[in-house]
């Protein structure tokens, strides 16, 4: 069984930062494509941040580009998420996702496995 377990969230002032953690168990991680969604208080889910099977490759959605930052250890089966200059229109439950696939997936519907989420507030 495939387990995907946050931790890292919390209450932050704006301008804070923060990391998320993601660690994977119950399937070879090293060979999937790994992702952050978020979904904020009445609005749509959406993929923040997506990194390739290697770590080669990464996407950020455009409000986050510049200050998030994803990145993989394949030997500690985790994903991370560095979060800085946080804005309150972050706020959010923040997701952490895996996918058979090896590349760069945008839409949750590409991936088989999820987190139980994390909350993040960030203060005004």
């Known amino acids: 069984q495939v387990q995907l377990v946050e931790s890292g969230g919390g209450l932050v002032q704006a301008g804070g930062s923060l990391r998320l953690s993601c660690v994977v168990s119950g399937h070879t991680f090293r060979s999937n494509a790994m992702g952050w969604f978020r979904q904020g208080p009445g609005k749509e889910r959406e993929c923040v941040a997506a990194i390739s099977w290697s770590g080669d490759s990464t996407y950020y959605v455009d409000s986050v580009k510049g200050r998030f930052s994803i990145s993989r250890d394949n030997a500690k089966n985790t994903v991370y998420l560095q979060m800085n200059s946080l804005k309150p229109e972050d706020t959010a439950v923040y997701y952490c996702?895996?996918?058979?696939?090896?590349?760069?997936?945008?839409?949750?519907?590409?991936?088989?496995?999820w987190g139980q989420g994390t909350q993040v507030t960030v203060a005004s």
């Open positions: 996702a895996g996918s058979r696939g090896i590349g760069i997936l945008l839409h949750e519907k590409w991936y088989d496995y």
